[in-house]
């Protein structure tokens, strides 16, 4: 099946700083879409990127990520964090046919600090 | 817009009691998803419903937890016997046709 691959555990930055949150993939499939989901704490997740064309930057709320399937990496970038940052990050293909469905990793913690 | 409901917001249960949690999706949405959340596993798919119908039902999760979906606005998780090793965050989330995920807030779940 699908697996997915994030920056593990904690990620602890100073407002101000850039962040890159990794992700990688495995999937059968060709035919693969990618979100980056957000998790402010005692929320719930919401979508935070999408994306499905290869090798095309996608950007909200200042967040960046280009989905590169020669890599199968769609990693989520920040110029420059807030302390509002803070979060659980997630990220998760979308393959598997006429039966597709989310395949979410652990998640990274973002921590930012004053 | 209304979200996805979860009911209840939390919830205590003795080890060896059965307990049922509540999500009603959003609406028109007709895919429908359990999750456990926690620390160390993350999300865990535990059940997923298209068009009500039964297509994963999370694999190591069988034997003492079942998903039902009677009517395209509300489905139930039922854990039966609770054991403290499932004390999590239970998430449902619906999506329109595997779109965008709309989560509901969860029930966090104590087993004592």
Known sequence: ?114 | DAGVTQTPRHEVAEKGQTIILKCEPVSGHNDLFWYRQTKIQGLELLSYFRSKSLMEDGGAFKDRFKAEMLNSSFSTLKIQPTEPKDSAVYLCASSRDNSDYTFGSGTRLLVI
């Open chain 1, 1 to 114: 099946g699908d697996s997915v691959t994030q920056t593990e555990g904690l990620v602890t930055l100073t407002e101000g700083l850039p962040v890159k949150l990794n992700c990688t993939y495995q999937t059968a499939y060709s035919d693969v879409a990618f979100f980056w989901y957000v998790q402010h704490l005692n929320e719930a997740p919401k979508l935070l990127l999408r994306s499905s064309t290869d090798n095309k930057r996608t950007e909200h709320q200042g967040f960046h990520a280009t989905l590169h399937k020669s890599s199968s990496s769609f990693h989520l970038q920040k110029s420059s964090v807030q302390l509002s940052d803070s979060a659980l990050y997630f990220c998760a293909p979308l393959s598997g046919g006429s039966n597709a469905k989310l395949t979410f990793g652990k998640g990274t913690k973002l921590s930012v600090k004053s």
